[in-house]
């Protein structure tokens, strides 16, 4: 049983997304606005949390602070939903770019909301599965140049400095780091990063590549090279 923590001022859609979610068999706990999420989620809390469904719009703390703190701290790689009113691609592409692992706008059906966080667990779990059971043909830790990612401790150095990278910013540059210098096509980073999830989209593709390039940069490295009209690839040095 994975459990949820459900985040929305709104008490009618609150109550809509929970039971979607324990239809699911999820345990779900829920928080009223951005304050009582990051009490929740932030330590001296002791519980620990497999994903969250964040509101966007909610007064005094938005979801948009809420994942932003969330990312800086030592649970950083607990996955975040993001729910908003607000359709615009910009909207969308500020909520990945802040760390969200996907976005959900209303209204949504039930259906949805319950294969995409689906989708995202799955994504967890196949990261999970890499640091316990590492592909045979690559070494472990992953080395390519300046750049080192550790399975077994979800961490990754760039000239010996630490990186935060989400779950989903992490198994893209794992696929990336099994095969430097080799080409990836998004629909290959699809397949093998994203367990063939099928709600992923080109352009969420190019958002987290662009998330782990800015965060390797600011280290004074960038290992990612793209590949126009085709796809992304590692630099072997």
Do not use: W
């Not at 969250?52 to 909610?58: S, Y």
């Not at 401790?153 to 990278?165: P, S």
């Not at 992923?200 to 782990?212: A, L, P």
């Amino acid at each position: 049983m994975k459990q949820i923590l459900v985040v929305d001022d709104d008490p009618h859609l609150r109550d809509v997304v929970v039971y979607t979610l324990q239809r699911e068999g999820h345990g779900v706990t829920t928080a009223h606005d951005g304050r009582e999420a990051l009490a929740a989620l932030l330590p001296p809390s002791p519980k620990t949390f497999d994903l969250v469904v964040l509101d966007i719009l909610m007064p005094e703390v938005d979801g948009l602070e809420v994942c932003r703190r969330l990312r800086a701290s030592e649970r950083r790689h607990v996955p975040v939903v993001f729910l908003s009113s607000r359709d615009e691609e910009i909207d969308k592409v500020l909520g990945l770019e802040l760390g969200g692992d996907d976005y959900v706008t209303k209204p949504f059906s039930p259906r949805e909301l319950a294969a995409r966080v689906k989708a995202v667990l799955r994504r967890a779990d196949a990261v999970a599965s890499m640091a316990s059971q590492p592909p045979p043909e690559a070494p472990r830790p992953l080395r390519v140049g300046p750049v080192v990612l550790d399975l077994s401790r979800h961490e990754v150095r760039c000239h010996d400095a630490a990186l935060k990278l989400t779950v989903t910013e992490f198994g893209l540059l794992a696929s990336l780091m099994e095969r430097p210098g080799v080409v990836l096509s998004r629909a290959q980073l699809m397949e093998r990063a994203y367990a063939y999830d099928n709600l992923i989209t080109e352009r969420t593709i190019d958002t987290h590549v662009k998330r782990v390039r800015r965060k390797f940069r600011d280290a004074g490295h960038d290992p990612i090279e793209t590949v126009h009209g085709v796809g992304y690839k590692l630099r072997e040095a």
